[in-house]
């Protein structure tokens, strides 16, 4: 191949100076056992912070997601050390609820889960701790791509909407609300919803997020000339109660109603509504009758001079 060198092989073996310039990540496998049972395994995180403070002041949420199921809850957080409390909060929902225990979590290094009281409680329960390597998400991939999952949503839904920043955590709540009730491939296209309580979602009640609605105001609120209702933006989806979250933009209000007209269509498509052509008016007269008109118009033209 070139001149000047012999033909001998040279094996140098182990390269150090190789390894420092051309190491990589390592690859990750595709993808490992599932949970066989409810809260068998939960993956958490939290994600934050938020530059935008949301209008209840949260920059941070942490969500906890049911490996068999997919079915996921959110809480959110305007500090760190709320992680804990969140966390025996949905302990405790999951045990009066669902009637089970959480057996591992799953988590990354993150000072907010590996803090003396957090490692405590779940020595007290038996709760088995699965924790990610340093600066290795991967290992965390369900819970991060959740988290990518949620935020990429809530972006759509607040350009859509036409909304500010300040209502991320309405929009983020509302695609996690939507996401629980939404078939998916994971689960042979059912929901995680039916897969976790055994009960069908009914999506009969669900609306566009940042529509108009227009909210029922109370006999006792009104004096007789007063309006009946109040133009509100549609916000979201109340647990436990029977009614959606509307913002009031005079107020400045959060307002939580179930008499609502929804406006869902703001603006009409151009595209959809094509513009009709106008009809073509054609005069057809008789022989008579154009032989006359003619002959009025000869009578009534003067005759014209040239100088």
Same mark, same amino acid.
């Given at each position: 191949?070139?001149?000047?060198?012999?033909?001998?092989?040279?094996d140098?073996?182990? +390269?150090?100076?190789?390894?420092?310039?051309?190491?990589?990540?390592?690859?990750?496998?595709s993808?490992?056992?599932?949970?066989?049972k409810?809260?068998?395994?939960?993956?958490?995180?939290?994600?934050?912070?938020?530059?935008?403070?949301?209008?209840?002041k949260?920059?941070?949420? *942490?969500?906890?997601?049911?490996?068999?199921?997919r079915?996921? %809850?959110?809480?959110? =957080?305007?500090?760190?050390?709320? *992680?804990?409390? #969140?966390?025996?909060?949905?302990?405790?929902?999951? $045990?009066?609820?669902?009637e089970?225990?959480?057996?591992? =979590?799953?988590?990354?290094?993150?000072?907010?889960?590996?803090?003396?009281?957090?490692?405590?409680?779940?020595?007290?329960?038996?709760?088995?701790r &699965?924790?990610?390597?340093?600066?290795?998400?991967?290992?965390?991939?369900?819970?991060?791509?959740?988290?990518?999952t949620?935020m990429?949503?809530?972006?759509?839904?607040?350009?859509?909407a036409?909304?500010?920043?300040?209502? %991320?955590?309405?929009?983020?709540?509302t695609a +996690?609300? =939507?996401?629980?009730?939404?078939?998916?491939?994971?689960?042979?296209?059912?929901?995680?919803?039916?897969? +976790?309580?055994?009960?069908?979602?009914?999506?009969?009640?669900? #609306?566009?997020?940042? +529509?108009?609605?227009?909210?029922?105001?109370?006999? $006792?609120? &009104?004096?007789?000339?007063?309006?009946k209702?109040?133009?509100?933006?549609?916000?979201?989806?109340?647990?436990g =109660?029977?009614?959606?979250?509307? %913002?009031?933009?005079?107020?400045?209000? *959060?307002?939580?109603?179930?008499? *609502?007209?929804?406006?869902?269509?703001?603006?009409?498509?151009?595209?959809?509504?094509?513009?009709?052509?106008?009809?073509?008016?054609?005069?057809?007269?008789?022989e008579?009758?154009s032989?006359?008109?003619?002959?009025?118009?000869?009578?009534?033209?003067?005759?014209?001079?040239w100088?």
């Open positions: 191949m070139v001149e000047g060198m012999s033909n001998s092989s040279l140098f073996g182990f +390269c150090e100076n190789c390894v420092y310039g051309k190491q990589n990540w390592r690859s990750f496998p993808g490992g056992k599932r949970a066989k409810i809260l068998e395994l939960v993956h958490s995180d939290m994600f934050g912070p938020v530059k935008v403070p949301s209008l209840g949260f920059v941070y949420y *942490v969500s906890f997601i049911d490996d068999f199921s079915n996921t %809850w959110i809480y959110f =957080l305007k500090k760190k050390y709320e *992680v804990f409390d #969140r966390f025996k909060e949905f302990k405790g929902l999951m $045990e009066n609820k669902i089970k225990k959480i057996k591992v =979590l799953r988590t990354d290094n993150g000072g907010e889960f590996c803090n003396k009281e957090f490692e405590e409680l779940c020595k007290k329960c038996g709760i088995a &699965q924790k990610t390597t340093p600066y290795t998400p991967q290992q965390n991939g369900v819970a991060e791509r959740m988290n990518k949620l990429e949503r809530a972006r759509n839904m607040l350009s859509g036409t909304l500010g920043q300040e209502f %991320w955590v309405e929009a983020v709540d +996690c609300y =939507l996401i629980n009730k939404s078939p998916s491939s994971a689960l042979e296209d059912k929901t995680p919803q039916d897969v +976790c309580t055994g009960n069908k979602p009914s999506l009969s009640h669900l #609306r566009v997020f940042g +529509c108009d609605a227009y909210v029922h105001v109370p006999k $006792e609120k &009104q004096t007789k000339l007063d309006s209702s109040e133009k509100c933006i549609f916000i979201g989806y109340k647990y =109660l029977k009614g959606y979250n509307l %913002w009031n933009p005079v107020t400045r209000k *959060v307002v939580y109603n179930q008499d *609502v007209v929804f406006r869902e269509v703001k603006n009409v498509i151009k595209h959809e509504v094509q513009p009709k052509e106008p009809k073509k008016i054609e005069f057809e007269l008789n008579e009758e032989d006359s008109t003619a002959e009025e118009e000869s009578k009534d033209e003067k005759p014209q001079t100088f």
